[in-house]
């Protein structure tokens, strides 16, 4: 069984959206990428455009250059896939969580089921990862904010002690002048 780290390094944000790829689903499914689509295309109404749709080709670009440097032994099979076989292929499909959730209703195979069950805790934990780093920026917001607040505070206080200091300069010189008038 692939473990979530493994799924995670699969998963990917596009358009505001983290997605998986069919090629990865496909080989996470142990089926072809052309089995799998065909699979989608006779269910294509289960999937409308907020569970699946093809990347452009930049965005394919950008994501092969993002696996070249997290997934080093993928980013070739990927250019061979898409590119190198088949010069004029289709560019790969994108699938969001509620597309993979959907995928499990039309895959039947045990190892689907079980995948799917996985890519799906991959999906909750990445999830709760971006929740708790949302909670540590607030706390480090919060924190920033109370230290500017000291920062003011302690400026006061330096502002008060000088002027003490000044007060205290003055009443010296007031103390140590010479005296004028009659001398006892």
């Given at each position: 069984m692939i473990n979530i780290q493994s799924l995670q390094n699969r998963i990917y944000e596009i358009r505001g959206e983290r997605i998986m790829l069919d090629m990865d689903l496909a080989l996470l499914y142990e089926v072809e990428t052309r089995v799998l689509n065909q699979a989608i295309k006779r269910n294509i109404k289960r999937f409308p455009e907020d569970f699946m749709f093809q990347l452009t080709k930049t965005e394919f670009e950008n994501i092969k250059f993002n696996m070249g440097t997290s997934r080093h032994g993928m980013s070739s099979q990927i250019v061979m896939t898409y590119s190198n076989k088949r010069p004029n292929a289709a560019l790969p499909y994108a699938f969001t969580e509620q597309g993979v959730a959907m995928l499990s209703g039309i895959l039947n195979s045990d190892t689907a089921i079980n995948m799917n069950i996985a890519i799906m805790r991959a999906f909750v934990a990445i999830r709760r990862l971006m929740l708790q780093?949302?909670?540590?920026?607030?706390?480090l917001q919060e924190i920033k904010e109370r230290l500017g607040e000291h920062d003011a505070q302690l400026n006061h206080i330096y502002d008060a002690m000088e002027n003490l200091l000044d007060e205290k300069?003055?009443?010296?010189?007031?103390?140590?002048?010479?005296?004028?008038g009659f001398k006892k």
């Open positions: 780093q949302m909670d540590l920026k607030e706390q300069t003055a009443q010296r010189k007031w103390d140590e002048r010479d005296r004028i």
